[in-house]
Nanobody
Framework: QVQLVESGGGLVQPGGSLRLSCSASGSIFRIYTMGWYRRAPGKQRELVATITIGGSTNYAGSAKGRFTISRDNAKNTVYLQMNSLKPEDTAVYYC????????????????WGQGTQVTVSS
């Protein structure tokens, strides 16, 4: 009953920027921590950044200083502004949310989007 849909991926040259968006919909009661993760070819999925319901942020070392995570609680949306992109940022980027539903207000469950491809190449 909860869906997360990412958008904003694509092909960008090294040094360029992209802004990813992830909108949550469905029978949502409250969204707690939201985050972005990525999986590069041949590698495991890794954390990129997270943001709590209160706005506290956490970044992977590779993202610090280049990426900015933000959220709009009124829109149930989380964003990832990515600047100074490098070829090693190429990956499928996934959105995650810790969410309670109207049917189970006391149960926090993790939900994932389907992913959006980011390719950094000249």
């Amino acid at each position: 009953q909860v869906q997360l849909v990412e958008s904003g991926g694509g092909l960008v040259q090294p040094g360029g920027s992209l802004r990813l968006s992830c909108s949550a919909s469905g029978s949502i009661f409250r969204i707690y921590t939201m985050g972005w993760y990525r999986r590069a070819p041949g590698k495991q999925r890794e954390l990129v950044a997270t943001i709590t319901i209160g706005g506290s942020t956490n970044y992977a070392g590779s993202a610090k200083g280049r990426f900015t995570i933000s959220r709009d609680n009124a829109k149930n949306t989380v964003y990832l502004q990515m600047n100074s992109l490098k070829p090693e940022d190429t990956a499928v980027y996934y959105c995650n949310g810790d969410i309670t539903t109207t049917q189970a207000k006391g149960l926090i469950a993790g939900y994932w989007g389907q992913g959006t491809q980011v390719t950094v190449s000249s």
